[in-house]
């Protein structure tokens, strides 16, 4: 055989061995004509990863074409590239503590702050913390951000997001305790959402949710949404936010009470793109709200949707799916 073919031939197979082809899972279902300017007729989710005891918190990192995701029971991070599948990125993510336990241990939200450095919600350590690490050389050395409030230490942290100020909002349901509402380590009477400012100030945003769970910031950080994960209260919260970052005029933003209870999952994490459009994990799937709360469509999926991460142009936006990590080229 001809060398130079031969070298073609390898690079071809090489190239071959590069292009993935993944399986797809779900339905869309189009319920306005106005959702086929975000997700293209035709579109299906792929399933990209797989073999999680619970995944979430995904964090698209832009620069690094990379994806990471909590996988809470394991206590682990992995990372998602398209060249290498799913990896080993961080462990322990969310307990560092030597004595043994169960439950809802490791990460689960994740963000960058102004900085670029990864912020975690830590449910085993109860806490918010910044990693002391570069994003390409992962270690499990934290900084805590917040602890507890008022002397009383938080249930787990779940979800966070964090503003343009350096400030971050974060939820504070009681599923990272072992024996979750009934644990006797249960320091708080209520289920908070606190905010942390850069100076280390903690403060109490709001204590009237039952289940408060993903949250996220409309374009220009005047409108805060939190998702409450609560089958008995199944809404999403909307609050208006002033320039000192406090906020008011709490109200639903949708509700989905009476839904099928046969359907899996809850109001969960959420992301918005720069548009206003909503994008949540809720029960049967992913819903799509436009900036008003009115529901555009769904991707129905057979197991619970827990949070969703875009890409940095927008046009592709990655879900996680209980053991799965999903991807919706959407445009």
């Given at each position: 055989?001809?060398?130079?073919?031969?070298?073609?031939?390898?690079?071809?197979?090489?190239?071959?061995?590069?292009?993935?082809?993944?399986?797809?899972?779900?339905?869309?279902?189009?319920?306005?004509?106005?959702?086929?300017?975000?997700?293209?007729?035709?579109?299906?989710?792929?399933?990209?990863?797989?073999?999680?005891?619970w995944s979430e918190g995904p964090l698209w990192?832009?620069?690094?074409?990379?994806?990471?995701?909590?996988?809470?029971?394991?206590?682990?991070?992995?990372?998602?590239?398209?060249?290498?599948?799913?990896?080993?990125?961080?462990?322990?993510?969310?307990?560092?503590?030597?004595?043994?336990?169960?439950?809802?241990?490791?990460?689960?939200?994740?963000?960058?702050?102004?900085?670029?450095?990864?912020?975690?919600?830590?449910?085993?350590?109860?806490?918010?913390?910044?990693?002391?690490?570069?994003?390409?050389?992962?270690?499990?050395?934290?900084?805590?951000?917040?602890?507890?409030?008022?002397?009383?230490?938080?249930?787990?942290?779940?979800?966070?997001?964090?503003?343009?100020?350096?400030?971050?909002?974060?939820?504070?349901?009681?599923?990272?305790?072992?024996?979750?509402?009934?644990?006797?380590?249960?320091?708080?009477?209520?289920?908070?959402?606190?905010?942390?400012?850069?100076?280390?100030?903690?403060?109490?945003?709001?204590?009237?949710?039952?289940?408060?769970?993903?949250?996220?910031?409309?374009?220009?950080?005047k409108t805060l949404l939190i998702a409450n994960?609560?089958?008995?209260?199944?809404?999403?919260?909307?609050?208006?936010?002033?320039?000192?970052?406090?906020?008011?005029?709490?109200?639903?933003?949708?509700?989905?009470?009476?839904?099928?209870?046969?359907?899996?999952?809850?109001?969960?994490?959420?992301?918005?793109?720069?548009?206003?459009?909503?994008?949540?994990?809720?029960?049967?799937?992913?819903?799509?709200?436009?900036?008003?709360?009115?529901?555009?469509?769904?991707?129905?999926?057979?197991?619970?949707?827990?949070?969703?991460?875009?890409?940095?142009?927008q046009k592709t936006i990655y879900i996680t799916?209980?053991?799965?990590?999903?991807?919706?080229?959407?445009?």
């Amino acid at each position: 055989m001809n060398k130079w073919f031969a070298v073609l031939l390898t690079a071809s197979l090489l190239g071959c061995r590069s292009t993935h082809s993944y399986p797809t899972t779900g339905e869309i279902e189009r319920l306005d004509p106005a959702l086929d300017s975000i997700i293209r007729p035709g579109a299906q989710a792929e399933i990209i990863a797989d073999g999680f005891d619970w995944s979430e918190g995904p964090l698209w990192l832009e620069k690094e074409q990379k994806l990471l995701i909590s996988d809470v029971p394991q206590n682990i991070i992995y990372q998602w590239t398209e060249a290498n599948g799913k990896q080993l990125y961080l462990t322990p993510s969310g307990y560092t503590d030597t004595v043994k336990r169960g439950g809802e241990m490791g990460s689960n939200g994740l963000t960058l702050d102004v900085n670029g450095n990864l912020i975690l919600t830590q449910c085993g350590n109860r806490q918010i913390a910044r990693m002391e690490a570069p994003l390409d050389r992962p270690k499990p050395v934290f900084t805590p951000l917040a602890t507890n409030y008022l002397g009383k230490k938080f249930n787990s942290p779940n979800d966070v997001t964090g503003t343009r100020k350096g400030n971050f909002f974060f939820t504070d349901p009681p599923y990272g305790l072992e024996k979750k509402m009934d644990d006797p380590k249960k320091e708080m009477p209520y289920q908070g959402v606190f905010r942390v400012k850069a100076n280390g100030e903690v403060s109490l945003v709001t204590d009237t949710l039952t289940r408060p769970n993903g949250i996220a910031f409309m374009p220009g950080e005047k409108t805060l949404l939190i998702a409450n994960s609560d089958p008995l209260k199944p809404n999403w919260y909307a609050y208006d936010v002033d320039d000192e970052d406090n906020i008011s005029n709490g109200r639903i933003f949708y509700s989905d009470a009476g839904y099928d209870t046969s359907l899996k999952g809850h109001p969960d994490g959420m992301k918005i793109d720069r548009n206003g459009n909503v994008f949540a994990a809720g029960p049967g799937g992913l819903w799509i709200f436009n900036k008003e709360g009115k529901v555009l469509g769904k991707l129905r999926l057979q197991n619970a949707a827990s949070n969703c991460s875009l890409s940095g142009d927008q046009k592709t936006i990655y879900i996680t799916n209980d053991m799965y990590v999903l991807r919706l080229k959407m445009r």
